[in-house]
């Protein structure tokens, strides 16, 4: 997934581990220098639906300040200009080097 919009220092990349590990998926999150944030995830077409729609749905305040998805794609493995995850992930982590 990459989504753009308010979603950098606001607390987003926790917030989308809770969620994440709420609904069973395993992958990370991290920041990327462009402003969007990254999602890596493992896990039924269902789990990743519910976390696209919760993180869509976002009403969370962090420090005063509430991030904002303004655009959030999902792309598959072996979708058109998405390659197979290079790992196989255990848990749900934050990344938190830049990619």
């Known amino acids: 997934m990459l989504i753009e919009g308010r979603v ?3 607390g987003f990349r926790a917030t989308t581990r809770r ?3 709420d609904i069973g998926l395993e992958g990370l999150v991290r920041n990327l220098r462009d402003g969007r944030v990254e999602i890596f995830c493992e896990g039924t077409q ?3 639906d519910e976390l696209a729609a919760r993180l869509r749905d976002l009403d969370r305040t962090v420090l005063g300040v509430r991030p904002r998805v303004e655009n959030l794609s999902v792309y598959y493995e072996n979708e058109d200009g998405f390659s ?3 790992t196989s ?3 749900f982590e934050v990344n938190h080097s830049m990619g």
Request: a neutral charge.
């Open 8 to 10: 950098q220092g606001v």
């Open 19 to 21: 969620i994440a590990r």
């Open 46 to 48: 269902e789990q990743i």
């Open 84 to 86: 197979p995850a290079w």
């Open 89 to 91: 992930y255990s848990g």
